[in-house]
């Protein structure tokens, strides 16, 4: 069965803290993706990437930073945490067809800001 | 910039009644469009999609969605309603030949026994 695993469900963190979400599929999938979710405003993307080393910025991008050193492997990073960044995180991967048209959604990160 | 809206946060439906959860896309050319739903705790999965082929699409769980373009509309319906069925619901979009997909705010299906 596919799998794209986070590392953690729940993190809670302090303000100003530098913070890693991982992110891991086991798919040889070529694109990944990281969402936020918020309650009222659905899925906004915050970075993609189709290849390794390879990014593109979503929709709303600061604040965060991205890493992709291996293909399975798509690591979110908060430079510097703070409240507004309280969020559920979600991570997806998919192939790299034109329709793009299924993405594989991991459990999700309920991060909390303090 | 593409975008969907779901009308409606929330939905409540009887067990056996008529589940119908609306989209509406705003696109200067017709898109593909998507929908998901996610149970509680878990990630998103997909329920359908239409890729610019027949415009009535047939999903998983009994859910069928119709393209309408001259309403710019893709609703989501089931004929009758499952507790199995309570979940969040995103519509989404996505340009022909675009990675990016953009959801919807999502709405949270109740069923009531």
């Known amino acids: 069965d596919v799998k794209v695993t986070q590392s953690s469900r729940y993190l809670v963190k302090r303000t100003g803290e530098k913070v890693f979400l991982e992110c891991v599929q086991d798919m040889d999938h070529e694109n990944m993706f990281w969402y936020r979710q918020d309650p009222g405003l659905g899925l906004r993307l915050i970075y993609f990437s189709y290849d390794v080393k390879m990014k593109e910025k979503g929709d709303i991008p600061e604040g965060y930073s991205v890493s992709r050193e291996k293909k399975e492997r798509f690591s979110l990073i908060l430079e510097s945490a703070s409240t507004n960044q309280t969020s559920m995180y979600l991570c997806?991967?998919?192939?790299?067809?034109?329709?793009?048209?299924?993405?594989?959604f991991g459990s999700g990160t309920q991060l909390s800001v303090l | 910039a593409q975008s969907v809206t779901q009308l409606g946060s929330h939905v409540s439906v009887s067990e056996g009644a008529l589940v119908l959860l609306r989209c509406n896309y705003s696109?200067?050319?017709?898109?593909?469009l998507f929908w998901y739903v996610q149970y509680p705790n878990q990630g998103l999965q997909l329920l359908l999609k239409y890729t610019s082929a027949a415009t009535l699409v047939k999903g998983i769980n009994g859910f069928e969605a119709e393209f309408k373009k001259s309403e710019t509309s893709f609703h989501l319906t089931k004929p009758s309603a499952h507790m199995s069925d309570a979940a969040e619901y995103f519509c989404a979009v996505s340009p022909i030949n675009d990675y990016k997909l953009s959801f919807g705010a999502g709405t949270t299906v109740t069923v009531r026994a």
């Open positions: 696109s200067s050319v017709p898109p593909y």
């Open positions: 997806a991967s998919s192939l790299p067809t034109a329709t793009n048209e299924k993405l594989f």
